[in-house]
């Protein structure tokens, strides 16, 4: 009978939880939806309100759900026990988490990119940007980016790799995702210079590069090269290296995208006449970062370093820690920190922007992951109980029937035991009459 009543009680749960899970799966259409940006402010208002109420609903479940007035999914069913048993410590343990909305989201540690620009090579750049050494990155505990003996660039997207490949993370419900995309300012031109001849060789490093190993080379780079040509020349040579890296012209802006959120890093080396100077416009080429000036034959190399929006989420809180680099951390150049991911609830989903929604559908992801979890938990202490339930009815069964064999009559055996000395009573009889009747003879003959 405690079988029968834990069974009932799981059961309702998993019903709800499996009521909440449909809710997040339509969040998640809708996210989707929203993240297009074909939609109108009032498409994307009206999608939102779906969401609200959605997330209502999701609420109200969770907080309403209960079993003989034990609520079952707000997070207070943990560390309960189902005896099963006739004997001490026969229990099977339950925990339910807590799935209503203010608890269902993502854990995030969100890196919104990281750019510098400076005079001389890459190898010289400031150290947060390159990986070598001790340098590291780590996500609760596993160790994702290590530096080496030879500098390379730190790379959002060999870090989200990294993690998304790791078996202890997937295990912990963590994943990354990283993205770079530049919007320099409005094109004018890559170099200025009182040189009319001046010109400028743009080396390209794409993603965890050898700060000594260009992805590919343009050269004889001029004033006058027009958007258009350097955009030909980008593509041209990313295709022909196999490099990560698209570039288009978009309302006169160079805008450079990396596949799967590798670093951009250029390294500008001039050639001038005499004594003059130049400036290399670094800000029409990545976005963000300044322009380098007074570059000339003395000094005649400059660069500049994008790295990508790195963003790792998960179902539980998680702490990343880096040394030596400079990636996710909220605090810029610290070169050891640790930061603890901040949770984002289904009440903070928005889904006014493409941005917004993009984050929108990786915390109803994990609010998914989360309650297909709990769902599985659910459903495993079920299984449990019910082959508790089943031998303990075999066990029944058979107890019954060991104590038929022993307590009920064998009716073939006694009805031959009966009939056999039934048959001893009556011959019995039969020869006392037989021994009466014999002294009644000889008396009638005496008289």
Same mark, same amino acid.
């Given at each position: 009978r405690n079988i029968q009543t834990g069974l009932s009680a799981l059961r309702i749960a998993e019903s709800s939880a499996g009521?909440? /899970?449909?809710r997040l799966n339509e969040i998640y259409k809708r996210t989707v939806r929203a993240a297009n940006d074909i939609n109108d402010p009032n498409a994307r208002a009206s999608? =939102?309100?779906e969401i609200n109420n959605l997330v209502d609903a999701i609420q109200k479940i969770g907080t309403d759900t209960e079993y003989n007035g034990i609520k079952l999914l707000d997070g207070t069913f943990s560390n309960?026990?189902?005896?099963?048993?006739?004997k001490y410590g026969q229990t099977v343990e339950v925990n339910i988490g807590d799935v209503r909305a203010q608890s269902l989201g993502a854990h995030i540690v969100s890196g919104n990119g990281r /750019?510098?620009?400076?005079?001389g090579a890459i190898s010289t750049a400031d150290t947060n940007y390159l990986l070598q050494g001790n340098d590291h990155l780590r996500v609760a505990g596993q160790t994702v980016l290590?530096?080496? =003996?030879?500098?390379v660039l730190v790379d959002a997207a060999t870090a989200a790799r990294n993690i998304n490949t790791n078996a202890t993370l997937q295990s912990l419900g963590i994943e990354a995702v990283a993205k770079n995309k530049s919007v320099g300012a409005h094109f004018t031109g890559v170099i200025r210079s009182d040189d009319q001849n001046a010109s400028v060789e743009l080396r390209f490093f794409v993603g965890a590069k050898d700060v000594n190993a260009p992805s590919f080379r343009i050269t004889n780079v001029k004033a006058n090269t027009t958007l258009s040509e350097l955009v030909t020349q980008i593509n041209s040579q990313a295709s022909a290296t196999g490099t990560p890296i698209t570039a288009r012209a978009e309302n006169g802006r160079l805008v450079l995208e990396t596949t799967n959120g590798e670093t951009i890093a250029i390294e500008a080396v001039v050639t001038v006449s005499g004594n003059n100077t130049a400036t290399v416009n670094f800000s029409q080429l990545i976005q963000d970062v300044g322009d380098v000036s007074g570059l000339g034959n003395n000094n005649n190399t400059a660069h500049a370093i994008r790295v990508g929006e790195l963003q790792i989420f998960g179902t539980e809180s998680f702490v990343v820690n880096e040394y030596g680099i400079d990636i996710v951390g909220p605090t810029p150049n610290i070169v050891d920190e640790s930061i603890t991911s901040t949770f984002n609830n289904l009440y903070s989903i928005d889904v006014s922007t493409n941005q917004s929604a993009e984050m929108a559908t990786l915390i109803v992801k994990k609010a998914l992951q989360r309650v297909d979890t709990i769902r599985a938990q659910i459903g495993a202490v079920m299984n449990n109980? =019910?082959?508790i339930y089943d031998a303990q009815k075999v066990a029944?069964?058979?107890t019954k029937e060991a104590e038929n064999v022993i307590r009920n009559t064998d009716y073939a055996q006694e009805m031959s035991n009966f009939t056999k000395l039934q048959i001893k009573i009556q011959s019995s009889m039969a020869m006392l009459a037989q021994a009466n009747q014999l002294p009644q003879l000889v008396l009638q003959l005496l008289r």
């Open positions: 009521q909440i /899970f449909n999608l =939102q309100r309960k026990y189902i005896h099963y048993g006739p /750019f510098t620009a400076g005079t290590r530096g080496g =003996q030879t500098p109980l =019910q082959s029944q069964d058979n």
